[in-house]
């Protein structure tokens, strides 16, 4: 089976500083990795995935992830944070099981203060 | 740019109800895949679909059904409405390969049931 977690439910920088958000998987076999931005009142809009290759990942927006197997993680980062990153990001891992798929950690509220 | 429209962003339903949400891709996908939003919970899969006429249950497929007779259109159905059902839908389409695929979700529903 499969697991994501995301282990800060709200995650609050300052505008100017460098956000993190953290994510940790478990899955059997190559780890497929992916993150998702969701806006007030919006769909979720896809930033960034690992599939292979380099570890370090750049996606829409500035965000940038790297994809650690030694400590299984996936943390989302972006150097400079900007008010309107403000919004709810979800971390996200392929299912082991063969279905084509994937599964959803239970997301992070990322609050960038002006 | 891909694009998925579900038909109402927002209806209020009452307990018992049978209730349909649809969905439709304009980008050829064969995957479509039905998901619940809840605070706390992230996104769960409730069903899915890799081609016209087929289906799979997902996470949460208790009190849902499904129906894919065109390949753009992916259509959620609540036989019996219930107060536990209200939250937001959110309906997603992707093309192989497998695994791989950037799931595009639509805007999302936001169901009430009283």
């Known amino acids: 089976a499969q697991s994501v977690a995301q282990p800060e439910d709200q995650v609050n920088v300052a505008e100017g500083n460098p956000l993190t958000v953290k994510c940790t998987y478990s899955?059997?076999?190559?780890?497929?990795l992916f993150w998702y931005v969701q806006y007030p009142n919006r769909g979720l809009q896809f930033l960034l995935k690992?599939?292979?290759?380099?570890?370090l990942v750049k996606g829409s927006y500035g965000f940038e992830a790297e994809f650690n197997k030694s400590q299984t993680s996936f943390h989302l980062k972006k150097p400079s944070a900007l008010v309107s990153d403000s919004a709810l990001y979800f971390c996200?891992?392929?299912?082991?099981?063969?279905?084509?798929?994937?599964?959803f950690g239970t997301g992070t509220r990322l609050t960038v203060i002006p | 740019d891909v694009k998925v429209t579900q038909s109402s962003r927002y209806l209020v339903k009452r307990t018992g109800e049978k209730v349909f949400l649809e969905c439709v891709q304009d980008?050829?996908?064969?995957?479509m895949f039905w998901y619940r939003q809840d605070p706390g919970l992230g996104l769960r899969l409730i069903y899915f679909?890799?081609?016209?006429?087929?289906?799979e249950k997902g996470d949460i497929p208790e009190g849902y059904s499904v129906s894919r007779e065109k390949k753009e259109r992916f259509s959620l159905i609540l036989e019996s409405a219930s107060t536990n059902q209200t939250s937001m839908y959110l309906c997603?389409?992707?093309?192989?390969?497998?695994?791989?695929?950037?799931?595009?979700f639509g805007p999302g529903t936001r169901l009430l049931v009283l």
């Open positions: 997603a389409s992707s093309s192989p390969p497998a695994g791989r695929e950037t799931q595009y």
């Open positions: 679909s890799y081609d016209v006429k087929m289906k």
């Open positions: 996200a891992v392929r299912r082991s099981t063969g279905a084509n798929n994937l599964f």
């Open positions: 899955v059997s076999g190559n780890p497929y």
């Open positions: 980008m050829d996908h064969e995957n």
């Open positions: 690992y599939i292979t290759g380099d570890n």
